[in-house]
């Protein structure tokens, strides 16, 4: 059965710091790789999306990805309360888009 | 719209109640999606549409459950007898295209069966 693994947490964070989020995965045909936000009692939010091996940056975030190791992470620089939520980590096989298979999530506490 | 919409937020129903629950996905979004999450979960992968057409329905958990788009647009989720089990936040999703994990969801439909 394929998975996405994720530490649950809480992982905590002094404001300022660079937030490490990490996930494992089983399949070996995952080409496409996703970091969804979710703030409690909201729905997911793209964050990142990754497809290439490497790192992949966007403002404060950076995504990273291993596929031969089989992870791929996610880093907060200059990390702010506003950044504290539950974040998954999601992927797909390159023929099957359309059926994410999902981590149950880490919870990130950034605190002032 | 500028987003997606679903209806109800929260829905309280007893068990064994006929329940539907409605997306309006973002204007000119083909694909449309429907997922369920449980607390400390992750989304659970439910039923996908490209158009009017129910593409992969491989996640609907049992013949109760049943989606349905008519016009290419809106999607209705529709439960039948429900059961304790099926409490959750049902969460709706649209993308621009096919193929993409580049979800945008709305802010879910609450479930709660007594």
């Known amino acids: 059965q394929k998975e996405v693994e994720q530490n649950s947490g809480p992982l905590s964070v002094p404001e300022g710091a660079i937030a490490s989020l990490n996930c494992t995965y089983s399949d070996r045909g995952s080409q496409s790789f996703f970091w969804y936000r979710q703030y409690s009692g909201k729905s997911p939010e793209l964050i990142m999306s990754?497809?290439s091996n490497g790192d992949k940056e966007d403002g404060r975030f950076t995504a990273q990805l291993n596929k031969a190791s089989q992870y791929v992470s996610l880093l907060i620089r200059d990390s702010q309360p506003s950044d504290s939520a539950t974040y998954l980590c999601?992927?797909?096989?390159?023929?099957?888009?359309?059926?994410?298979?999902w981590g149950l999530g880490t919870s990130l506490a950034v605190n002032p | 719209g500028a987003g997606v919409s679903q209806t109800p937020s929260n829905k309280v129903t007893e068990k064994g109640k006929y329940v539907e629950l409605r997306c309006d996905p973002i204007s000119g979004h083909t694909a449309l999606y429907w997922y369920r999450q449980s607390l400390g979960q992750g989304p659970e992968f439910l039923i996908y549409f490209q158009g009017t057409g129910a593409a992969d329905d491989s996640g609907l958990p049992n013949d109760r459950f049943f989606a349905v788009r008519p016009e290419g647009s809106v999607s209705t989720l529709k439960i039948q007898r429900t059961e304790r089990g099926d409490s959750a936040v049902y969460l709706c999703?649209?993308?621009?295209?096919?193929?993409?994990?580049?979800?945008?969801f709305g802010e879910g439909s609450r479930l709660t069966v007594l």
């Open positions: 999703a649209s993308s621009l295209y096919s193929g993409t994990g580049e979800l945008f």
């Open positions: 999601a992927e797909s096989n390159a023929g099957n888009n359309r059926k994410l298979i």
């Open positions: 990754i497809y």
